[in-house]
């Protein structure tokens, strides 16, 4: 039998785990059971005392293990009791390539510093920081490692993101991979929260959750919610973001202008236009001429049973159509006797038989008696000659009008594929028109509401309500694909003149999003024309910047220099590396 993995196991509820939580518990069961499997052994009395002590120090060696796995946790990444992380066994080389620390601030002197808060457990509190962002944290939200409620004095270290200058100075990976499809988050604001107690890490009781209440400068209503899983090294889904307060609902719909109204318009028409085609085409051919086979004659076979009939055509004109041909009695037949042609029947009626132009059914009628006969029309000597000579130029004549209508058919069909087809190509471009347009009136639409962000004061901007279950790493993202448009192949140069080689982080920012593209320094450099972007180089433990305005000319004058200036190694704080950004 293969090995098979149970993908979607029932929840496993709080409570149970939490009753797994007591660590001196677990070692005693764990003995407990260990000693009782050993006795059951057969050789177990045999080798007694050193069965005993090989089971012991297995449980001590195997707990041991286990206590420094789930307890010594990495300072990025606290244990949760609700969640947990499964990592592969994996060699000395891989396991010294994936120690390397996931989140690594690329520039030393520089980073997004923690604010720190001071509360009492069993009395939770709301926590304002320098942005005026909330931490709202319940009544007796803190529980140790052994699951036990906190009493007394915590710490909470917070810090939050808003910019492209506090995404490159946190080191906190912003690519974002989902069934294989890699992209960048557009953030609308991040968040980093952390507990602790004697400087022991604390948790987050399960039962409850702290709110965060996060001033944000996008006010567009498009993000998600992602926590970051520093084990797995992505984000995780959580749901839509659709927590936004201190503005009025914004609708997100795409207002329609006369020139899109006009493109739906003509777009509508288009699929009634291709049915009238289809109606006007399906008549022409139904108007064809059509093409009917003739019937083949048949002769007369030698040794089968025949009769013909003597009738007045004027009183039987039905079978006027069998004048000259003799009637072949067919072996279905099991009451035939060549007496019945010695009777002068009075009626004689003829329909299809079982097997369609080949038999008919012959019913003869005399006064109460009647009989039925399958029979075979067929022609015999010169009658038979005739017939054919007649039914070969038809079979002729046919096949000439066949030919002409499959001919005409075919014509039809491809006329009507090509009216169709431009049709279609016009449909196509209406739509790629009516997109462009829908595009151009939602970036309308951003702008004016960013405008309008702008105008309005602090107290007013929007806020972000993330709800925090576990310790870590949070964001309000918008998932973007490379920018498409113009690629080329980067030679970075230092006030315009020496080559910048070693590069050991290369940033590209964009103006138009809250974005930031991590890019590998080997690759094509991508970017949209119609974006406004900067860059933001490391190398050899410096700091390099291209502004706006010398990306634009570099890359319209189709060059592959990209020219960068040294920023001063004494900024070493988030607000001077902002101005320096132009952010």
Known sequence: ?????????????????????????????????????????????????????????GATVLCTVTYFSVFKSKETKQTTYDKITTIPLQTNAQNSKSNKAFIVPPISKL?????????????????????????????????????????????????????????IASGIPMKYDSAGIQSHLESAGMIDIKGYQNNEPIFINPKKQITVELQSTQIADKFNMYELDTVAKN???????????????????????NVTKTIQKQ???????????KVVYSKKINQLPKANEPTKPSKAIEGRPKFQLDVNAKEFPELATFNNMVFEVG??????NSKLSEITWS?????????????????????????????????????????????DIKYIEYKNVLAKRLADEKRLKEEFEKKQAEYLAEQKKLNDDLIKERIKIRQEQEQQLANQFKSIGNQQRVTRIFQVSNFGIYNSDCPNSMPKGEVLNPLYMVNGTTPLLNLSYSYLICANKNLVYN??????????????????????????????????????????????????????????????LGI
């Open 267 to 277: 777009i509508d028409a288009i699929p009634p236009k291709i049915e009238i085609e």
């Open 347 to 391: 009626s004689a009626e003829i329909s299809e038989g079982s097997q369609k132009g080949k038999n008919y059914l012959l019913t003869l009628k005399l006064r109460d008696r009647i009989e039925k006969l399958f029979v075979y029309p067929a022609l015999t000597g010169k009658d038979f000659d005739n017939a054919l000579k007649t039914y």
């Open 331 to 336: 072996s279905e037949n099991k009451n035939y």
């Open 111 to 167: 980073n997004v510093p923690y604010q720190k808060f001071k509360l009492k457990s069993e009395h939770g509190a709301t926590l304002k920081t320098q942005s005026n962002s909330k931490i709202i944290v319940p009544k007796n939200a803190f529980v140790n490692k052994k699951g036990e409620n906190i009493i007394g004095d915590v710490e909470i270290q917070f810090r939050e993101f808003h910019d492209q200058a506090d995404i």
């Open 519 to 580: 890019l590998n320094p080997n690759e094509p450099l991508r970017f949209n024309p119609a974006e406004k972007y900067s860059m933001c180089i490391i190398a050899n433990g410096k700091t390099y910047l291209c502004d706006h305005e010398t990306f634009a000319n570099n890359t319209s004058n189709k060059q592959n220099k990209i020219s960068l200036k040294e920023i001063s190694s004494e900024i070493d704080n988030v607000v001077d590396f902002k101005k320096a």
């Open 235 to 257: 984000w995780t889904y959580l749901h839509r973001d659709n927590s936004l307060k201190g503005l009025e609902k914004q609708d997100n719909t795409v207002k329609e202008n």
């Open 1 to 57: 039998m293969g090995t098979k993995f149970n993908i979607d196991r029932k929840p496993v509820p709080d409570e149970e785990i939490n009753s797994h939580k007591d660590f001196g518990e677990l070692i005693k069961t764990f003995k407990k059971q260990s000693i009782e499997k050993a006795r059951s052994d057969t050789n177990f009395l045999k080798n007694k005392k050193i069965t005993y002590t090989a089971i012991i120090a």
